[in-house]
C-alpha cells in the first residue's frame, strides 16, 4: 500500500460487530472473561484497548516499523525510552533539541545516573568525540526545533551500530510523509502525535514506533509497568486527524516553501532557517533524506532587537501566538520565551537560537491569507 492509503486504511477493519467503518471508542477499563485466562486478548485497558491497538497498527505502518506503543504524551514517550537505559549509560544527543527533552534529560533522568551530552549533529567529529564505551543511545531529532538543522539519520545509525547502541529518532516536525528514520537504520521513532499526526490542535499523544520485536517488548513493559497510557477518546481523535496527513502535509509544504520565499526576500528579515533553500546548510542532507521540507521553519529580524519581534508577533491576525505547531492553522512562536525558555540563554545562544528568533508552525490556510499577514506584521 502507498503512503495515501495506509494513513486511511492500515490497520483499521470495520468493526466486526456492527460493520462501523469507523474504529469504535472502547470506553471500557475491564474485560469480561469466560474463565480465568480464557479472554481475547484483552485484560485491562491500561494494558491494551482495542481502539488503542488499532491507532498502533496504523502508527507501525506510517513508519515502515512493526510496532508501535502509544502514550499519554510525546513527553510520556520520550521517558517510557529513556527508562530503556540503566545508571551509568550514556546517551549523546542534539545541542538543539524540544525544550521539553532537554528538560527531562537534564533535571529528571540526570538525577538518576544517566549521562546527556549534547553536541551539534550535523558535525559527525563532534559527535565521535563524545562516544565512550558507556555510550547506550543516539538521540536525533531532524529538522531541529526550533534551528531547522538537518542531521544525517544514516550516518548516526552508523555510527550507534558500531557502538551496539541505538538510534532514536524524534521525527514529529518531519511526520512519517516526510521522513522514515526506521528506513535509514534507526532503532526508535518518537513522535509528539499532538503536532502533525493529530494534526487538528485537540489532542495531546505521543507514540514509540520499532522494527524489533524485543525492544517493543522491553517498551511495553514500561508502558504497561508506568501507565502513561492514552485515553480511547483521544485514539479515536487521532485516527480520525490521520487519515487526512498526507493531504495536508502537502499543503503544509507548499505554504512552508511560499512563506520561506517571501521572508528570504524581504528587508527587514535578517536570517532565515528553513531546509528547503538550496542555500541553506542542511539543504543537501535534507533533499537526500526528507520527500520535501515540511511546514516549520524560523527567521530572526534585522537588528536582532527582542521588542521587534514581540511587535511582530503582537500584530498577527492570522497566524496565532501560541506554543505548538503542526495543526491545520498557522502559529507563530517565540522560542527564547516560550518553548524554549527552559533551556539556560548561554546554552540558547550557543545553538543561534538568538533572543528575536520567531518560529512559525505554516497551516494549510490559503497562503495569500498568510502572506498578507506577515506583510502587515512586519511592516
Ligand atoms: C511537542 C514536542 C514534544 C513533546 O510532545 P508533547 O506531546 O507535547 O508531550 C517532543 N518533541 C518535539 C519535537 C515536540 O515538538
Partial sequence: MKFGTKVIHAGVEPDPTTGAIMTPIYQTSTYVQASPGDHQGYEYARTQNPTRAVLEKN???LENGTHARCFASGMAAVDAIIKLLKPGD?????????????????????????????????NLEAVKEKVTDKTRMFWVETPTNPMMNVV??????????????????????????????????????????????GGHSDTVMGSVIVKETSLDEKLGFIQNSCGAVPGPQDCFLVLRGIKTLHVRMQRHCENGRKVAEYLANHAKVDRIYYPGLETSDGYEVASKQMRDFGGMLSFVLKGDRME????????????????????????????????????????????????????????????????????????
Avoid: C
Fill in 308 to 379: 521587534d519581534a514581540f511587535r511582530t508577533l503582537e500584530q498577527f491576525k492570522v497566524f496565532a501566538l501560541a506554543e505548538s505547531l503542526g495543526g491545520v492553522e498557522s502559529l507563530a512562536g517565540h522560542p527564547a520565551s516560550m518553548t524554549h525558555a527552559s533551556i539556560p540563554e548561554e546554552e540558547r545562544v550557543k545553538t543561534g537560537l538568538s533572543n528575536s528568533l520567531i518560529r512559525l508552525s505554516v497551516g494549510i490556510e490559503d497562503s495569500n491569507d498568510l502572506i498578507e499577514d506577515l506583510e502587515q506584521a512586519i511592516g
Fill in 152 to 197: 544525517d539519520i544514516r550516518a548516526i545509525a552508523d555510527l550507534a551500530k558500531e557502538q551496539d547502541a541505538w538510534t532514536v529518532v524524534d521525527n514529529t516536525f518531519a511526520t512519517p510523509y516526510l521522513q522514515n528514520p526506521l528506513d535509514l537504520g534507526a532503532d526508535m521513532v518518537i513522535h509528539s502525535i499532538t503536532k502533525y499526526l
Fill in 90 to 122: 550514556e546517551v549523546i544527543s542534539t545541542n538543539d533539541l524540544y525544550g521539553g527533552s532537554y528538560r527531562i534529560f537534564t533535571k529528571i533522568f540526570a538525577n538518576y545516573g544517566i549521562r546527556f551530552h549534547f553536541v551539534p549533529m550535523n
Fill in 59 to 61: 502508527l507501525a505502518s
